[in-house]
């Protein structure tokens, strides 16, 4: 089992594997440019064992005291580990000792595991944003995949 031990920043040197893993784990990955927009104007963690070794990542953006969490990954051979829960303390505690008060995100409304973990951390329901992410779904007609829209529930918690 893989354990989580520490959140490091993350650099241009990590955009290769970021660009991986985020290719691995989700059918509509950010692109390159967008991993190089969040550098420039974030803060951005890359999720480490003991060893050093890279287990996911996180973007966030940050305006005045608000933190809101655009990308949280975790490497998908290293999911279902409590990768996601122990990173997601680590950086919650790291942003309140930095002054946040307001953490945001936005969230699949597919992504029952994900949304479960967030409310185990007090996260709150806001809303919901309609036709948010790209998704694919099965058309009964074609037999194929086709492109669709998913909502996003919008949540929230005090930090």
Known sequence: MTVF??????HEGDLNWVLDVEQQAYDFPWSKKGFENS?????NYVFC???????????VLTVLDEA?????CVAPKYQKQGVARMALNSLQS???????????????????P????????????????????RCQEWDEVSGELVEAKEDAVLMSRTL
Do not use: P
């Open 94 to 112: 790291k942003l309140k000792e930095s002054g946040f008060t307001l953490l945001l995100l936005e969230v699949r409304v597919s992504n029952q």
């Open 39 to 43: 550098l420039d104007q974030g803060l």
């Open 5 to 10: 031990s520490y959140l490091r920043a993350m």
């Open 114 to 133: 994900a949304i479960s973990l967030y409310e185990s951390f007090g996260f709150n329901r806001d809303g919901v944003r309609v036709n948010y992410y």
């Open 49 to 59: 064992d003991a060893e050093g070794n890279a287990l996911g990542y996180v973007c």
């Open 68 to 72: 809101h969490i655009l990308n949280l």
